[in-house]
């Protein structure tokens, strides 16, 4: 067909439009919502012919079916019956976008009364590029009323697709209550995001599927850029990654190839689960790779490689590091925006690196290095739930069952009059273990830069509610060999100045170090970004946008798979940031495989993680269940508040779908999705027996609420300190770079001479003390789009009005918890919800402002 006779064809067919809207032929009105980017400024950059343009100006590049949810068409195998396609009106015309930067845009569908309701529609683009489709709205539907589409999707060209993309109404149904014209669309969606498992993926795919940790090498660069496959092994076992199909490397056919360092953002992950624009903007991905990977040159020479007080590093918050003449950062003004670099560089006139005051430092610059604070941060820093109740003496090793702890008399001289067995009976004591963890790792570890102690710490819980460190056991393997099993020595705390005392500051900085490293690749990477990776993927793989499960978990999965993959790229890679600013270095991630055998699922549960830990007992009076060995213990006490809140929540919104157990049972897309995330995306752990059976709605909504809770709450407690606390490196170094001095050593008497340098010679160099507090100062800020616990992107979410009340109802509940944690933070009789930094525990407090606020709970891992 000519263009001429094309042009001819729309136009008959508009004019015909016009004559039956005149003939009084029914119509229904509808509204489509658009997010920014998109088309409405036309293809910019993008050469389209005549034809083209004409289709632009009547509107007809964009198109809508409506789909019947109650009338099905015998000639479409039995799929529901389809509307004429509507074209989006006032396509051409040049709106100003809201100010949620939308654009609204007319559509006249032609009714049918056979169409009934309208369930779903299918939407085909015709136009050059994407358009983000929010919202669609069919007003005055006959016999209805309104039906509204909640979309929030990237729609691409049409030929990008083998079929045009469909929406459907937000209407929740379990699959055997589907209507029956819908059912077949229901499968043949879930169908296209599950794929073939075949190809790479594109940048326009909407592809679910798994793969194994295999990305994280880059053979091509030498030996030391090496590390084991992640996943599908028992040495190294690991929850799986969403696949992304890049080819294999030249060197090494099993392991993934990766993309160039400048196209980090790029890397694969279903379009819809990529960075809005104001996120992408917000995290300043290319400060973080310029940082680590472009500035640390520059940053060595400029900076050397010692703080000589703690006075320097004050600097970095009070003045900035003061530039030579013609310093390092003039060679980029010209390529980096100005306003970008100042960001990156925190460069103002001739300093560098002037960041924000953390708060831990805020009111008292040196209350940080106090014993009450180092225990305090136990209770409620960023590593909070890490901490055990002692329950024998001397301590199990799972590796070492014969090995001692050489206190017994000091500990006893210091138990205020309890023997060990007594204060172990009472409750008293209390561990901070890093023991097993780390022994398995540490020879490799001490050949490297690094060189540290496995540690141990034991507490004394007093009558005041606070903890008092007894005595550090610092250990390192045997020197001739693993069969000689370990060297340890305990350091105690002394009242008075002198080696003694500078010699427990540094014990309590490697207690420090190790507790940094596991926090941020067990506590935090492993626990909540890695392990949750798996659920999503199942979630959309195996239930439907219409199943009300996904309709449930989906705010909290926002964000997750683009960060985590971001993290691949630049973070946990071989040579990654986090190798580079964290003491386990290239033993990282194997290190955190290691702790993977040790995870149950069900243990994830704030109430059976309490238990477990032995800070916890159950208690049927109680309203979590759960009663607390140490009251003050801030993490816990907030923390079980927003996890009961999470499980009514949870609880009001099954039972309106699920009304009994054999709904649970016969349920299709759920005991699919459950097989499936045991089998596919835990794969390593699908034989444990620890795997609810999801025969029960108590099993469901246990599962759901565990979801839930890692994805929010649990992360926002262990993220969003990072900068907080870890901002001032003194407090939360990463690293050590030497063992304790032995006596007759020019270091020793250092020890005794200048005690600051002592101590920031054997702790974090001053370059990657800028590295790490740049990186964990992004990794701790809300970004401007954040939608936190108890809040929905849209209020129309669902159109069923039992779940909404219930959500009106836990929104109100997180805002009392709120009012709550307020209220202890400035009650005196808790010790522990401020400390002697006076920095209140707000990090379990629901809601917060953009930036660094050490509060704020968002719905997801989205950072």
């Not at 003694?500 to 067990?522: C, E, F, P």
């Not at 002592?758 to 954040?786: C, N, R, W």
Request: charged content about 25%.
């Amino acid at each position: 067909m000519s263009e001429d006779s094309s042009v001819k064809s729309l136009a008959d067919e508009n004019g015909s439009k016009k004559m039956k809207c005149e003939l009084g032929t029914r119509t229904v009105k509808g509204k489509v919502v658009l997010g920014q980017p998109n088309l409405a400024d036309l293809a910019t950059g993008v050469h389209v012919s005549a034809l083209d343009w004409f289709h632009e100006l009547l509107g007809h590049r964009v198109s809508l079916q409506l789909i019947s949810a109650v009338t099905p068409d015998p000639e479409n195998k039995l799929r529901g019956k389809l509307g004429k396609p509507a074209p989006l009106e006032n396509w051409n015309k040049t709106l100003a976008p809201s100010k949620d930067n939308e654009r609204a845009f007319d559509v006249t569908f032609d009714w049918d009364e056979e169409m009934g309701v309208p369930g779903a529609f299918l939407i085909r683009n015709n136009h050059h590029n994407e358009f983000l489709l929010k919202t669609v709205t069919v007003e005055d539907v006959p016999g209805h009323g309104q039906v509204h589409f909640v979309c929030d999707s990237w729609v691409y060209p049409a030929h990008r697709y083998e079929n045009d993309r469909i929406f459907f109404a937000n209407k929740a149904y379990l699959p055997h209550e589907t209507p029956e014209p819908l059912l077949r669309y229901r499968v043949e969606e879930l169908e296209n995001l599950r794929g073939d498992g075949t190809g790479e993926r594109k940048e326009w795919d909407r592809i679910y599927d798994y793969a194994c940790y295999n990305d994280l090498s880059e053979p091509g660069k030498g030996p030391d850029y090496i590390r084991p496959t992640l996943g599908g092994s028992t040495e190294y076992p690991y929850p799986r990654r969403n696949r992304t199909g890049r080819p294999p490397t030249k060197e090494d056919p099993r392991v993934e190839s990766r993309i160039p360092l400048l196209n980090s953002m790029s890397i694969y992950v279903p379009r819809d689960e990529r960075f809005g624009q104001i996120k992408m903007s917000d995290l300043l991905a290319f400060a973080i790779k310029s940082i680590v990977h472009f500035l640390k040159p520059g940053i060595q020479g400029l900076c050397g490689g010692e703080f000589d007080s703690f006075d320097d590093i004050m600097k970095l918050y009070e003045g900035g590091i003061k530039l030579p003449k013609g310093h390092f950062v003039e060679s980029f003004r010209e390529s980096i925006p100005s306003e970008m670099l100042k960001e990156i560089l925190r460069a103002d006139g001739d300093r560098l690196f002037k960041f924000p005051k953390p708060q831990v430092i805020k009111e008292d610059k040196s209350a940080w290095a106090t014993d009450e604070e180092f225990a305090r941060e136990m209770l409620a820093g960023v590593d909070p739930n890490v901490i055990c109740r002692l329950k024998e003496f001397p301590p199990t090793s799972k590796l070492n069952p014969e090995n001692d702890l050489k206190m017994k008399e000091y500990l006893e001289k210091n138990l205020d009059g309890l023997s060990i067995y007594e204060a172990i009976k009472k409750n008293k004591l209390y561990i901070l273990d890093h023991y097993d963890t780390l022994m398995p790792f540490l020879r490799g570890i001490n050949e490297t830069s690094t060189k540290t102690y496995a540690t141990r710490t034991l507490l004394f819980l007093k009558e005041d509610g606070t903890l008092k460190p007894l005595a550090i056991e610092l250990s390192l393997p045997h020197p001739d060999g693993d069969e000689f099993g370990v060297i340890s020595d305990v350091i105690t705390p002394v009242e008075e100045d002198g080696i003694q005392r500078t010699l427990w500051q540094i014990a309590k900085a490697y207690v420090s170090v190790n507790d940094s490293g596991y926090h941020q690749l067990i506590s935090h990477w492993l626990k909540t970004h890695a392990v949750i990776e798996p659920f999503i993927i199942a979630t959309n793989r195996q239930l439907s946008v219409l199943h009300p499960i996904h309709k449930l978990l989906h705010p909290h999965f926002r964000d997750t798979m683009n960060i985590n993959a971001f993290g691949r790229q630049t973070l946990i890679n071989a040579g990654g940031a986090l190798e580079m600013t964290v003491f386990p270095a290239k033993y990282s991630l194997v290190m955190s495989s290691a702790a993977y055998k040790d995870w149950v699922f069900p243990e994830q549960a704030l109430p059976a993680d309490l238990i477990k830990r032995g800070l916890a007992v159950e208690d049927e009076k109680s309203p979590h269940g759960v009663r607390l060995l140490i009251e003050d213990y801030p993490f816990a006490v907030d923390g079980l508040e927003v996890w009961s809140a999470i499980k009514a929540w949870v609880r009001d919104y099954c039972c309106f779908y699920y009304k009994n157990e054999e709904a649970v049972q016969r349920d299709p897309e759920l005991q699919s999705w459950w097989k499936e995330l045991r089998e596919e995306g835990h794969a390593d752990m699908k034989d444990k027996p620890w795997w609810p059976r999801m025969e029960s709605r108590d099993e469901l909504i246990q599962t759901c609420t565990i979801i839930i809770w890692v994805a929010s709450a649990l992360h926002a407690a262990i993220n969003f300190g990072q900068y907080p606390f870890g901002g001032y490196m003194p407090n939360r170094p990463a690293t050590t770079r030497r063992v304790l001095p032995k006596e007759g050593t020019p270091e020793y008497e250092e020890l005794r001479t200048n005690p600051e340098k002592a101590f920031l010679k054997t702790v974090t160099s001053q370059p990657l003390t800028v590295l790490g507090i740049s990186l964990v100062e992004i990794l701790s800020k809300h970004a401007s789009d954040e939608v936190y616990l108890g809040q929905r992107d849209t209020p129309d979410w669902t159109s069923d009005e039992v779940p909404k009340e219930a959500f009106l109802r836990f929104g109100k509940r997180l805002r009392e918890i709120e009012e709550r944690i307020t209220e202890m933070n400035s009650d005196p009789q808790w010790k522990n919800r401020t400390g002697p930094v006076k920095m209140p525990y707000t990090l379990l407090y629901p809601s917060s402002e953009v930036g660094l606020t050490a509060k704020g709970i968002p719905n997801s891992i989205s950072i």
